[in-house]
């Protein structure tokens, strides 16, 4: 089997590679061409392995024992993103509820 994403994933926080870096070395590689198939990689691999990227903009990584702070800002991160995203369906659900049901 070839190279995988998996396998361009630096681990620890200190090396992590910003995602322009990433789609080259994943072109580079044979791995993807578009930053959309690059991401559908990471977020298929991310069903097994943990890979964090922040909001600080500094990259793609697999933590490591020195990263568990980051670690646990990355999972608030990602709560934080689950609430906002159930608040926007409930809104879309019930604009979609008035508008079936006459509402308005």
Request: with cysteine; net charge positive.
């Amino acid at each position: 089997m070839g190279m995988t994403i998996k396998d361009l994933m630096p681990t620890g926080s200190r090396n992590a590679i910003k995602r322009k870096d990433l789609l080259n070395s994943c072109k580079l590689h044979g791995i993807a061409f578009s930053d959309r198939e690059m991401r559908r990689l990471i977020e298929k691999e991310r069903q097994e392995l943990c890979i964090v990227c922040l909001s600080d903009g500094n990259g793609y990584f697999i933590p490591d024992n020195d990263d568990k702070d980051k670690l646990r800002h990355y999972i608030a991160q990602e709560r934080d993103r689950i609430k906002s995203v159930a608040r926007n369906l409930g809104v879309a659900t019930r604009l979609l509820e008035d508008l079936e049901f006459g509402r308005i």
